[in-house]
């Protein structure tokens, strides 16, 4: 037995599975540093991350308490550093100009 389908119901079969077969996940709120690296720090090192980001503009880090921080186990001490993209992705566009891109390692 074989099935023909016209146009028509070919296009309303694919509008009533296209739901059920999403290709995209959602972006996920916490993200490991080595995730979003090359996306949210231009693909710079943890090192320079660190140096030039976090430890430049402690109020990111959610251990110093402030609000709206969005970064947590910056130096490591036994977790992995975490960032929380909501919060990140603002700051970083309001911050964008203070970063300077092109400093060098010590």
Same mark, same amino acid.
Do not use: C
């Given at each position: 037995?074989?099935?023909?389908?016209?146009?028509?119901?070919?296009?309303?079969?694919?509008?009533?599975?296209?739901?059920?077969?999403?290709?995209?996940?959602?972006?996920?709120?916490?993200?490991?540093?080595?995730?979003?690296?090359?996306?949210?720090?231009? !693909?710079?090192?943890?090192?320079?991350?660190?140096?030039?980001?976090?430890?430049?503009?402690?109020?990111?880090?959610?251990?110093? !308490?402030?609000?709206?921080?969005?970064?947590?186990?910056?130096?490591?001490?036994?977790?992995?550093?975490?960032?929380?993209?909501?919060?990140?992705?603002?700051?970083?566009?309001?911050?964008?100009?203070?970063?300077?891109?092109?400093?060098?390692?010590?």
């Amino acid at each position: 037995m074989q099935l023909t389908l016209s146009d028509v119901d070919l296009q309303a079969l694919a509008e009533q599975i296209a739901p059920l077969i999403t290709t995209t996940q959602p972006e996920p709120d916490w993200v490991k540093l080595k995730d979003v690296r090359d996306d949210l720090f231009a !693909g710079k090192s943890p090192a320079w991350i660190r140096l030039f980001i976090f430890d430049s503009f402690p109020e990111v880090q959610i251990e110093n !308490g402030q609000s709206k921080a969005w970064v947590k186990g910056v130096h490591g001490q036994g977790s992995v550093t975490k960032i929380y993209l909501p919060y990140a992705r603002a700051w970083m566009h309001e911050h964008h100009d203070d970063i300077d891109w092109t400093a060098k390692m010590p």
